[in-house]
């Protein structure tokens, strides 16, 4: 089964580049079978692993980012394929 987690933060007011960059510099422990980053208006990050896993494993997530680098909380979501 193919497991994918979304973390998807909105950087402080301005501070979309740094939000980027800290993203950049974080690794996953284990191996996912793919990373992708994408960003969005709002100075908004998204991140999504697929990992070759059940649905209810145990798998390494990015941390929430420290200090006033995001607006809010982070947002995690998990989903399964069904392809």
Same mark, same amino acid.
């Not at 497991?3 to 950087?11: G, S, T």
């Not at 960059?21 to 996953?28: H, K, N």
């Not at 079978?33 to 997530?61: K, Q, S």
């Given at each position: 089964?193919?497991?994918?987690?979304?973390?998807?933060?909105?950087?402080? %007011?301005? $501070?979309?580049?740094?939000?980027?960059?800290?993203?950049?510099?974080?690794?996953?422990?284990?191996?996912?079978? @793919?990373?992708?980053?994408? $960003?969005?208006?709002?100075?908004?990050?998204?991140?999504?692993?697929?990992?070759?896993?059940?649905?209810?494993?145990?798998?390494?997530?990015?941390? %929430?980012?420290?200090?006033?680098?995001?607006? @809010?909380?982070?947002? $995690?979501?998990?989903?399964?394929?069904?392809?």
């Amino acid at each position: 089964m193919t497991v994918a987690l979304m973390w998807e933060a909105r950087a402080a %007011e301005g $501070r979309g580049a740094e939000l980027l960059a800290w993203v950049g510099e974080q690794t996953v422990a284990g191996s996912p079978l @793919r990373r992708e980053v994408l $960003r969005a208006p709002g100075d908004r990050v998204l991140v999504i692993t697929w990992w070759d896993a059940p649905y209810d494993a145990e798998l390494p997530e990015l941390p %929430e980012p420290g200090g006033d680098l995001v607006a @809010r909380p982070v947002h $995690r979501w998990r989903f399964e394929s069904v392809g």
